[in-house]
């Protein structure tokens, strides 16, 4: 959906670090899709499947990344100054435990917008991990994973089924930054 002259809605999920690894039972993606998985988070794979990789993926990976209430509250609001900062325009950021899901306007060029997005996303995590240091809320150490996932709305239908799906996060105790 074009809100203006390079400005695109879309909606960007993120990841902790370590919460969604290869051989992981919701499904997962190899990249350069060097290994094929069976399913994906709607159809995962059968049980056990892929038990031996998730098992060595675990044991070369930190621990798993999970955040609490407080740092969820100041990711949501990082993310939110970063990429307003930026000159996007953040309609609603949830925080849950493992993972972010963003709503938002991004002045960026149609063509190639995943990896401008990453780019804004890379600043974004960058900027919450300050912030959480900054409050005494992290130790250090990798607070995401890489990438974004990055869903280009198409419609206004598109936009509000999206912005109420962010919302029902709250569901699972995620922290909702809401601009609208």
């Known amino acids: 959906m074009n809100c203006g002259q390079n400005h695109h809605l879309f909606h960007v999920i993120l990841h902790t670090y370590g919460s969604w690894?290869?051989?992981d039972p919701k499904g997962f993606r190899a990249v350069k899709h060097k290994?094929?998985?069976?399913?994906?988070w709607k159809n995962p794979p059968p049980n056990g499947l892929h038990n031996g990789l998730l098992n060595y993926s675990q044991s070369i990976s930190n621990p798993v990344v999970s955040l609490n209430i407080a740092q969820r509250r100041i990711v949501a609001e990082a993310i939110a100054d970063n990429l307003n900062h930026q000159g996007a325009k953040i309609s609603i950021c949830s925080v849950s435990e493992q993972h972010a899901h963003l709503l938002g306007e991004f002045p960026i060029d149609e063509v190639h917008y995943k990896p401008q997005i990453n780019?804004?996303?890379?600043?974004?995590?960058?900027?919450a991990a300050k912030r959480l240091r900054d409050a005494d809320e992290w130790g250090g150490g990798t607070l995401w994973a890489q990438g974004s996932k990055v869903v280009r709305i198409n419609d206004r239908r598109h936009w509000d089924n999206v912005?109420?799906?962010i919302k029902r996060h709250v569901?699972?105790?995620a922290y909702i930054y809401q601009c609208l």
């Open 171 to 173: 569901n699972e105790h």
């Open 119 to 127: 780019q804004y996303m890379q600043r974004c995590k960058t900027w």
């Open 21 to 23: 690894l290869p051989g």
């Open 35 to 40: 290994k094929h998985c069976e399913g994906d």
């Open 163 to 165: 912005y109420a799906y």
